[in-house]
């Protein structure tokens, strides 16, 4: 059984005009999968609807089995899917400490066992905790939104494009970070732009390609395989 | 010129609670709600409508110094949540449904319109002359000696007035501060996407907001009637002051339409001996085109 999956997903902004045209996808436990694709494939929109921020035309959305294609988007994270966004991701007018306990709290968990934890695992987001978020660099910015998202230590996580923005170093920290999650089991999905990044620490790659799932394959002999630019062609320039 | 100043704080301190719970609104449902100075109006009517109910013709013993006694509290603990469940009614049967189709200007109509009709229906029950908690008359204190700027006078009423004012500024910022449900308020404004994904049912927040501003604006609205009349436009009449300190605290945010407030409060008193008590509005108006003009983000400006 997978951790998280996605069943002929159909989603869009609005009715009739779907972005994401049938997806389907799963992530188990302990992996990590790239969802890859040129801009405007619908990588974005197939996220943000198994988050439930997007409606679902039809098809389903799977959390360790059972269909939470109909249970709202605030009910999400503490069912065990948390989220980050591509953009805006932590609240900027809170501090640190009040972004993480906020969701803690609204999860019914203890907010300052709960804050402390993630304090152990991203110590540090601890010496900035009054700071308010909005001040964070990228990286610390990146790291309290994964934080944020998996303080109720839910069994999937999908991260939206964590690295863009970042100097290569904050992304070298941002992915070791990941692995380091992928250690306690959770299920990732990754959308990420970075191919060559995506697909050196994810085991399994998803190529969406105008909202259809055009390849679903082990990552690493996917590195050099030269279908990948010609399913990114005519999108964006290769390099 | 300290008479003056008390004066203003006085007004002031009402403009402050209304322009509080007007910045609420606005940050969290993103529409400027017109209707918002008729909670005020409700508010002091619905405390008067309990009062005589409470009193059933009986004299209201003053408590101390005051010129009200313990059933005047009575009836504001009553008429808080009426006040807050018409606001939850106007936002159920009209903002809400609008919302999921019009634009924000939609909205700004919809809300004059729901602000006449609240407005017809106080004249409606109550009528148009102006009515008081009590006729009990209160011998203002003097404060400080007429040769000292001017002298200060002020009644034990208007200094309760200022002393609770400040104690619901205080409670509500430790309320945004440290509860749950006043920091998902806070997310929510920035962000609602983002607070569902945290964890937020962002209706249960927007009715949450509707409650406190509405609570904030009927206490405003009795502070407004025990320190002068209860008319059916002392609503209306308040709604330009509370533009001005809203926008003038930078919308959205709460310390601002608090200073905000004692600004505008203090503008208007200063009006009085300049123009007189007829061109009282003009303090806000100038103090509204001054702000628009020099800074329109408000003086401390919304955080982006
Ligand atoms: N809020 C929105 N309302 C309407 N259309 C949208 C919205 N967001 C995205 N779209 C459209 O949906 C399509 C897919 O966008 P999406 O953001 O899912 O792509 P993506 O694969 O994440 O691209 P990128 O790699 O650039 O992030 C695009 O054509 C985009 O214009
Ligand atoms: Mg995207």
Redesign the interface.
């Known amino acids: 059984m997978s951790a998280l999956a996605a069943r002929e997903v159909v989603a869009g902004y609005e009715p009739g005009l779907p972005i994401v045209k049938g997806a389907s996808l799963s992530v188990a436990g302990g992996e990590i999968v790239a969802l890859l694709g040129p801009n405007g494939a619908g990588k974005s929109t197939l996220a943000k609807a198994m988050a439930g921020l997007v409606p679902v035309a039809s098809g389903a959305v799977l959390l360790q089995g059972s269909d939470i294609t109909a249970v709202p988007a605030h009910l999400r994270l503490k069912r065990g899917l948390g989220f980050v966004p591509q953009t805006e991701n932590v609240f900027a007018n809170l501090t640190v400490r009040e972004n993480l306990e906020l969701a803690a709290s609204l999860a019914g968990l203890d907010r300052r066992a709960a804050r402390e934890e993630m304090f152990g695992f991203f110590p540090d987001l601890a010496r900035l905790a009054r700071l308010e978020a909005g001040r964070l660099s990228g990286g610390q910015r990146q790291m309290l939104a994964v934080a944020r998202a998996l303080l109720a230590k839910p069994a999937a996580l999908m991260l939206d494009e964590p690295s863009a923005g970042l100097s290569p170093r904050y992304v070298a920290e941002v992915f070791a970070m990941l692995a380091r999650v992928r250690q306690a089991g959770v299920a990732i999905l990754l959308v990420e732009q970075n191919v060559k990044a995506a697909l050196e620490l994810a085991d399994r790659a998803v190529v969406l390609v105008d909202g259809t799932v055009r390849l679903d394959e082990p990552a690493r002999p996917l590195l050099g395989d030269p279908r990948l630019p010609a399913l990114f062609l005519g999108a964006r320039e290769h390099a | 010129m300290l008479q003056l100043v008390a004066d203003g704080l006085i007004v002031g301190s009402v403009v402050s609670l209304g322009a509080v719970g007007l910045t609420l609104t606005y940050s969290l449902l993103r529409f400027a709600n017109f209707g918002h100075g008729e909670l005020l109006t409700w508010g002091a009517y619905l405390t008067l409508a309990f009062l005589g109910l409470l009193l059933a013709g009986a004299e209201m013993a003053p408590i101390g110094p005051f010129s009200f006694g313990w059933p005047l509290l009575a009836a504001l603990m009553l008429a808080l949540p009426a006040t807050a469940a018409i606001a939850l009614a106007v936002d159920w049967a009209l903002f809400r449904r609008l919302a999921r189709h019009g634009n924000a200007i939609t909205l700004v109509i919809a809300s004059f319109g729901a602000a006449l009709a609240l407005r017809n229906l106080v004249q409606f029950i109550w009528g148009t002359l102006p009515e008081y908690y009590t006729r009990e008359i209160q011998i203002a204190i003097r404060l400080v000696p007429r040769d000292v700027l001017g002298g200060l006078r002020i009644t034990p009423d208007q200094l309760l007035v200022l002393a609770l004012t400040a104690a619901v500024v205080v409670l509500l910022h430790l309320f945004l501060s440290y509860s749950?449900l006043g920091?998902?308020m806070?997310?929510t404004?920035?962000?609602p996407?983002?607070?569902?994904?945290?964890?937020?049912?962002?209706a249960k927040v927007a009715r949450a907001t509707w409650v406190i501003g509405a609570a904030l604006a009927c206490i405003a609205g009795v502070f407004a009637g025990l320190t002068g009349q209860i008319r059916p436009m002392m609503g209306f009449d308040l709604l330009l002051p509370l533009f001005a300190a809203a926008i003038l605290g930078g919308i959205g945010n709460v310390w601002g339409a608090v200073i905000g407030g004692l600004i505008v409060g203090l503008a208007e008193s200063f009006t009085v001996p300049l123009l007189g008590a007829e061109y009282r509005a003009a303090g806000s108006f100038a103090v509204l085109i001054a702000i628009l003009l020099i800074r329109p983000t408000g003086l401390f400006g919304a955080?982006?």
């Open positions: 749950t920091r998902a806070r997310a404004a920035m962000n996407a983002l607070a569902r994904l945290a964890g937020a049912d962002v955080r982006a």
